[in-house]
C-alpha cells in the first residue's frame, strides 16, 4: 500500500512538473517575440542597424554620433565615423590593403603614430595616465583594413584633425583603384 502512494505522488509531481516546464516555456516564447518588436523597433530608429551595436568596440562608450565620410570632389560616399564618449570607429565603405602607401604611411604613421607618441611622452613625463592615452587598433579581413578604432583622441581639434586625414586617404586610395 506505501508502494502505490508513492507512485501516486511521483505521478502528481510530474503532473506539476510538465505543467510548470509548459508554462516557462510559454513566458520564453512570449520574451523572444517581445525581443524580437523590440530589435525591430530599435533597427528601424537607429542610424547605426541594431546588430552592429552590440557588436561595438564596449570600451568606447555611449554612442555619441554618426558622420559620413564623403568626397570633396563628386560627394562620394567613403566611410563612415562612429564618435562614441570614448573614441571613435572608423569603417571604410570599401576595405582595402593595410600596406597602401596613402594609409600607411601617412594615416598610420604620421597621423596616428603622432598623437600616439606626443601621448606617450605626456604619460612619460607625469602629465597623462596611460588609460588616457591616445590609441589605435586596426581591423582586419585578411590583409584589408574593415574598421579602424582610435580611444582617447581628447579633443575636438585632434577628431577634426583625423577625419581630413582620413578623408584625403581614402580620396587616395579611390583615385588609385580608379587608375588602375
Known amino acids: ?8 505522488r511521483l505521478l502528481e509531481l510530474r503532473d506539476r512538473l510538465d505543467s510548470r516546464i509548459k508554462e516557462l516555456q510559454e513566458e520564453l516564447n512570449l520574451l523572444n517575440e517581445v525581443k524580437s518588436v523590440l530589435d525591430d523597433i530599435i533597427k528601424s530608429q537607429s542610424i547605426v542597424p541594431a546588430t552592429e551595436l552590440v557588436s561595438r568596440p564596449q570600451d568606447l562608450g555611449k554612442l555619441v554620433e ?26 571604410p565603405i570599401k576595405p582595402f590593403n593595410k600596406d597602401n602607401t596613402a594609409f600607411r604611411r601617412f594615416f598610420r604613421d604620421k597621423i596616428l603614430e603622432g598623437f600616439k607618441q606626443e601621448d606617450d611622452k605626456l604619460v612619460k613625463d607625469g602629465q597623462l595616465r596611460r588609460e588616457e592615452a591616445f590609441s589605435y587598433e586596426i581591423k582586419l579581413d585578411g590583409d584589408n ?7 582617447n583622441y581628447r579633443s575636438d581639434e585632434r577628431l577634426r584633425e583625423i577625419i581630413r586625414a582620413l578623408r584625403w586617404t581614402l580620396e587616395r586610395i579611390l583615385k588609385e583603384e580608379g587608375g588602375e
Not at 500500500?1 to 501516486?8: F, H, P, R
Not at 558622420?67 to 573614441?87: A, D, F, M
Open 1 to 8: 500500500m506505501d508502494n502505490t502512494i508513492d507512485v501516486k
Open 145 to 151: 583594413v574593415v574598421s579602424v578604432i582610435i580611444k
Open 66 to 91: 554618426t558622420r559620413e565620410i564623403r568626397s570633396r570632389i563628386g560627394n562620394e560616399l567613403l566611410g563612415t565615423v562612429e564618435v562614441y564618449e570614448n573614441g571613435v570607429n572608423i569603417k
